[in-house]
């Protein structure tokens, strides 16, 4: 649609301002911006309004992108996955301690020994002191977009998988054992909240609690080591891969 005009009654639709709004009320500011935009849309009988405007708005919603979000998610689990992979297959089948949650303090991306759930670590050192490479594959994890993501994905290592013995049991995904559980937050609920330090290392802020080993903890060993991709009465919104596949 061609529009001759993208302003009307002092609203400039090209940037989602308003004359005369306060600094730090909706439309005072171009968009992108902290605050709300303003737009106008033409009204539904253009005998009323100048034929010159005929702007025409259409509300989208989150839910209007969730299958971009499912693409995106499978996409960036084939990535980190297959990272996992390559470091288990340099390594004899072992994988690296994950980055322990700490409700105290930012999350932290250090491999911690005996955790056997986490996040991905950025830093091997508790990893290599037992034997093994202290630096993933090369451009695993240097990814400009993987800053973005790296908070809302966690792993699971089964004890046969982890670079020392440790307590607990199998991990399985779906009832089907494999050494590692990968698993991507979905979106975030209404009742969940990624804010604080305390909440970046609270676990059902990201993961629904079929997926919280631990009873709730986000530590193994503590049992628990079951994932799902589903349950019973309804599908998992986080993204759970093994380490064969992702769905």
Do not use: H
Request: overall charge negative.
């Amino acid at each position: 649609m061609f529009c001759k005009r993208l302003d009307r009654n002092g609203i400039n639709n090209s940037v989602g301002t308003q004359s005369g709004a306060a600094p730090g009320t909706p439309g005072s500011s171009p968009i992108p911006v902290s605050v709300a935009a303003t737009f106008v849309a033409s009204p539904r009988f253009p005998e009323y309004d100048p034929p010159d405007f005929n702007d025409t708005l259409i509300w989208i919603s989150p839910t209007d992108f969730d299958r971009v979000y499912a693409r995106m998610q499978s996409w960036v689990g084939d990535q980190v996955r297959a990272c996992l992979q390559s470091y288990a297959l340099a390594n004899g089948g072992i994988y690296p301690w994950p980055a322990v949650l700490n409700g105290a303090s930012s999350p932290d991306y250090q491999d911690d020994t005996g955790e056997r759930f986490g996040r991905i670590p950025s830093d091997l050192s508790n990893t290599a002191a037992l034997g093994f490479s202290p630096t993933w594959p090369t451009s695993c994890f240097s990814w400009s977009w993987w800053n973005d993501w790296r908070e809302q994905i966690f792993y699971a290592v089964d004890q046969s998988a982890a670079p020392s013995v440790t307590g607990g049991g199998s991990v399985t995904v779906d009832g089907i054992a494999s050494p590692i559980a990968l698993m991507l937050a979905g979106r975030r609920s209404a009742l969940q909240t990624r804010s604080s330090n305390t909440e970046k290392g609270r676990i059902s802020n990201y993961l629904e609690s079929a997926n919280i080993p631990g009873s709730g903890a986000g530590q193994i060993p503590a049992g628990d080591e079951a994932f799902q991709t589903t349950t019973l009465t309804q599908a998992i919104d986080d993204y759970v891969c093994t380490a064969a596949a992702c769905p």
